[in-house]
């Protein structure tokens, strides 16, 4: 069961991950620049690094640079053990979309391996967010 708290959390998140995203839509001035693949896979990196170490997400949004972080697993308690980024990345307009296998102990203590993948840009700010697909 999730708690009211929780998917309060969640529904912020998946609003602000949609707003952050959407900056660069449109065209124009306002658009984001292309992804910096380098940049996004140091980015994603650092992300999985910190969950790995215990830290909460939101301990990035204050780190230099900043990362703006959205991870259901993360968010809901999932401690991550081990991580695996299986390939360089698919370019999807401003963003770059990189496979990962996660090693995660569940807050009842499962053990949990799947295969997702993390939407990731490098502007106008660095995002690192789990692909909902």
Do not use: H
């Not at 140091?42 to 949004?61: H, I, N, Q, Y």
């Not at 996660?102 to 053990?111: E, Q, R, V, Y």
């Amino acid at each position: 069961m999730i708690s009211a708290g929780f998917a309060r959390a969640v529904a912020v998140a998946a609003i602000s991950a949609s707003a952050i995203l959407c900056q660069g839509c449109g065209g124009g001035p306002g658009r984001a620049a292309p992804v910096d693949s380098p940049r996004a896979r140091e980015a994603l990196r650092t992300a999985l690094e910190s969950w790995k170490k215990g830290e909460p997400p939101a301990t990035l949004k204050s780190a230099s640079p900043s990362i703006v972080v959205q991870d259901l697993d993360w968010m809901g308690g999932s401690k991550l053990v081990d991580y695996e980024i299986t390939g360089e990345g698919k370019f999807d307009d401003a963003n770059l979309r990189i496979p990962v296998k996660l090693t995660l102990k569940s807050p009842a203590g499962k053990d949990v391996k799947k295969g997702v993948s993390y939407v990731v840009g490098t502007d106008p700010v660095l995002t690192v967010f789990r692909d909902f697909n």
